[in-house]
Structures are given as C-alpha cells and as structure tokens.
C-alpha cells in the first residue's frame, strides 16, 4: 500500500500573528499622522478665520463704523443699511462667541464715552480684540491665537484672552507672517 500525504495548505498561526502585528503598527502610524493633520487644518482653519475677521472690522470701520469697529462677532454679521450685506459670514456670527473647527472664538473692545450707532444699529468701539483658543488643546489644536485693530496675527503656546490688546503686540507669543 501507498500512502499519499497532501501537502498542507495555509498559514501558521505565527505567520498570522506576524501579518496582524505589521497592520497594527501600520494603523498606528497611520492615526498619528492622522492626528498631525487634524491640528494643523485646525490651526489653519483658525488663523483664516482671523484674517476674516480683520478684514470684516476693517470694512465694517471704512464703510459703516466712522472709523470705529464693530463690538462684538453677531454684530458683524448684521446687514448694513447701505448694501444688505453683512461683513461676515453666519459661521462665525451665530453668537458673540463662537465654536468653529475645533477652536473657541471670542471678540472685545472697549466702549467708547459717547453713544454713536453704527449703520447697522451696533455700537462701535474704538479698538478691538480677538482670541482663538483651542476648544480641547492637544485634541484640537495645540496653539492659540489673537488679532487687533493692528490685523497682526500672533499664535502662543499659552491662552491670549485676556493678555490681547486692542492694540500692538501681545506681552507674549509670536507674530506669524
């Protein structure tokens, strides 16, 4: 009598054990550099958020504030008489602080001593401050930031809410050009 003996077909269970591991460190790799992304589109996401406002204050001074800025986010998002349109966009004027990508915006300026109504029913300040704080920092970014009346975006590794001017530099953190 003949025996045959068939050959074993598959994988052993180290030869498995090997493949999962490589895909496990792979994954890793993968949700790391996954993360990297996520904070830098936040940040960046912050950073054009700030420049959209700068240039909203800006067109709200020149066109309806007699110079003078609008006082809060929700302000700016108000139409003017003049052209119904409204200097920002509704994502960042739903509220006087606002949530967006993953960073908490908020927006102050000093009163001035006369009461003078701007073309969209707003009481203008004479200068302004914004901050843009990660909403959970190391999650949602790792950086936070604030502009003024100067335009001038600084990024800090540490909160400016209430180190901002409304004018000039902060005490702390770097212009980002």
């Known amino acids: 009598m003949t025996t045959r003996h068939c050959g074993t077909r598959g994988f052993t269970l180290i030869e498995l054990l090997i493949v999962v591991a490589i895909v496990g460190i792979l994954a890793s790799l993968a949700m790391a550099g996954y993360r990297h992304a996520r904070l830098s ?3 960046a996401a912050a950073i054009g958020a ?5 240039q909203a204050q800006a067109a709200f001074a020149l066109t309806c504030g007699n110079q003078r800025y609008a006082p809060t986010l929700s302000s700016l998002g108000v139409p003017a008489t003049q052209t119904g349109e409204a200097f920002l966009s509704p994502d960042l004027t739903s509220g006087d602080e606002v949530v967006k990508s993953g960073y908490y915006f908020a927006m102050a300026g000093t009163p001035l001593t006369e009461q003078v109504q701007a073309c969209n029913g707003a009481t203008p300040v004479e200068g302004y401050q914004v901050t843009a704080d990660p909403v959970q920092p190391g999650v949602s970014g790792d950086r ?33 050009r």
Do not use: C, S
């Open 50 to 54: 700030l420049q959209a406002i700068n």
């Open 41 to 43: 589109g936040n940040e």
């Open 144 to 176: 936070y930031f604030g502009t003024n009346a100067g335009r001038a975006i600084f990024a800090a590794d540490r909160t400016l809410f209430e180190h901002m001017p409304e004018t000039g530099d902060p005490p702390f953190g770097a212009e980002i």
